[in-house]
């Protein structure tokens, strides 16, 4: 095995926010881990290093997106853990959690080992499985989460399929907590989302598509809270996009809940009216919704309500997005435009760099209990190294990842990922020539 460079990254803007830290400075970074970042010039360099000029450049810690779809095992056509983290890799993601919605069903402690092995052999990020909360992510019997747990998976969750019973959900926050393992959930009724399409509303009649109500998500997601309050387990709401489920985390939370949620980059820069050209590719789970709904969620991810942001990675051949809007799958990539979404943000004033690297690194990786998120000496080097300022646009045939179902297609945006290390390892390097 080679010996990895050290690597000297010199005047950078640093922002770590495990250590509150945002200032110019150098990173050092040898035998793959952080040997020194903060806001001051470098007093020893290792010998042999490499020096990078890292002038109007941010070094933060590499991000951690906590919903990501893998194809494989089973739909291997859309995405493989190969892609999916040379995606990640692009977009400046370090570590990549997978949901176990794929075929089969990982909720088996073999292949939960299999998922882990597969991605030591092919991928270029940190690959980190979720296991499946109930068998078959059927929704009756809840699996063999202590064994699970012993065997990598970071977490458990139904992933697209929504746990409708309540005594199933009360017997796994009941049943997970004796381990200390986190539940994932994306609330979501299938009854009453119905025949829905996009958001319920005056677009939606509009369009003439059918509406999904904001109680098919807050609804759930109340009894989810309710359910931890009762059984003082470990709960995650894996995306949520509506002002109502604020309400509902805000009020958990001043609780003392041990709860936590997310939304997605999507969800954040773009709504209902997008649809307004009948785009499949942002047709999406849970919708986009109407103005008021997105901007409650900005504020919610500025205040921390919402701890984390998510590209929920969904990635859709094209013969499942190649239909009429009503009929189309359901679903968008995400990796690689994670970070440049969410600097649209920071940009229009609605949150700091900080606290979008909070949500994007720092935060997930605390939830996961992971060592990631912080640029702090002795933590492995992973790290993403941006320049917030540089223009470009998203291109089909610039897209990495196997599927291109995208709903930036064509966006500018602001901010670019010019270098991506795990463990001290460059995993990505922006060409101009790709551009």
């Known amino acids: 095995m080679s010996e990895i460079r050290p690597i000297v990254i010199r005047n950078a803007r640093i922002v770590d926010p495990a250590r509150g830290i945002d200032g110019t400075g150098d990173v050092v970074v040898k035998d793959g881990r952080i040997a020194a970042a903060d806001p001051a010039p470098a007093t020893s360099v290792p010998d042999g290093a490499e020096i990078v000029d890292a002038r ?25 853990l190969a892609s999916a983290s040379l995606a990640a890799a692009a977009g400046g993601v370090t570590t990549i959690v997978i949901q176990p919605d794929t075929d089969p069903v990982i909720d088996d402690p073999a292949l939960v080992d299999f998922l882990l092995r597969r991605a030591r052999d092919t991928a270029r990020v940190r690959v980190l499985p979720m296991a499946a909360l109930t068998k078959g992510l059927a929704g009756r019997e809840t699996t063999e989460i202590g064994l699970l747990q012993e065997a990598g998976a970071v977490a458990f969750t139904n992933g697209r399929a929504a746990l409708s019973s309540a005594r199933v959900m009360r017997r796994a ?4 907590r004796d381990f200390g393992a986190l539940i994932v959930h994306k609330p979501e009724d299938p009854e009453l989302v119905g025949s829905g399409v996009m958001n319920e509303g005056e677009t939606a009649s509009r369009l003439g598509l059918s509406g999904i109500p904001r109680e098919a998500e807050f609804i759930p997601l109340e009894r989810d809270l309710r359910l931890v309050r009762l059984t003082r387990g470990r709960y995650h709401a894996a995306l949520v996009s509506c002002a109502h489920s604020v309400a509902a985390l805000r009020a958990a939370k001043a609780e003392g809940l041990d709860v936590t949620a997310a939304t997605s980059v999507a969800h954040l820069t773009l709504n209902e009216l997008d649809v307004a050209q009948y785009r499949t590719f942002v047709k999406l789970s849970p919708p986009l919704r ?50 440049a979404g969410g600097l649209r943000l920071v ?15 720092t935060a997930p ?34 897209i990495v990842s196997r599927s291109k179902n995208t709903p930036f297609e064509n966006a500018r945006f602001q901010g670019r990922v010019v270098r991506t290390l795990v463990a001290g390892k460059t995993v990505h390097t922006y060409s101009h020539s790709a551009s």
């Open 365 to 398: 990786a605390k939830r996961l209990g992971i060592a990631a998120g912080t640029l702090a000496p002795g933590a492995p080097a992973d790290i993403v190294l941006f320049d917030p300022g540089a223009p470009w646009v998203l291109a089909l045939d610039g």
């Open 56 to 80: 109007g450049l941010v070094a933060a810690p590499g991000l951690v997106d906590m919903l990501v779809h893998a194809g494989e095992p089973g739909h291997e056509h859309r995405e493989t």
């Open 347 to 361: 940009h229009n004033g609605d949150l700091t760099l900080p606290r979008l690297i909070e949500a994007m690194s």
């Open 173 to 176: 926050l009941t049943y997970a």
């Open 290 to 339: 109407d103005e008021d709904d997105r901007r409650a969620i900005i504020d919610a991810v500025a205040d921390g309500t919402i701890d984390i942001v998510v590209s929920n990675h969904d990635p859709q051949d094209v013969e499942m997005k190649r239909h009429p809007f009503a009929e189309a799958a359901d679903g968008a990539i995400g990796l690689e435009t994670l970070l």
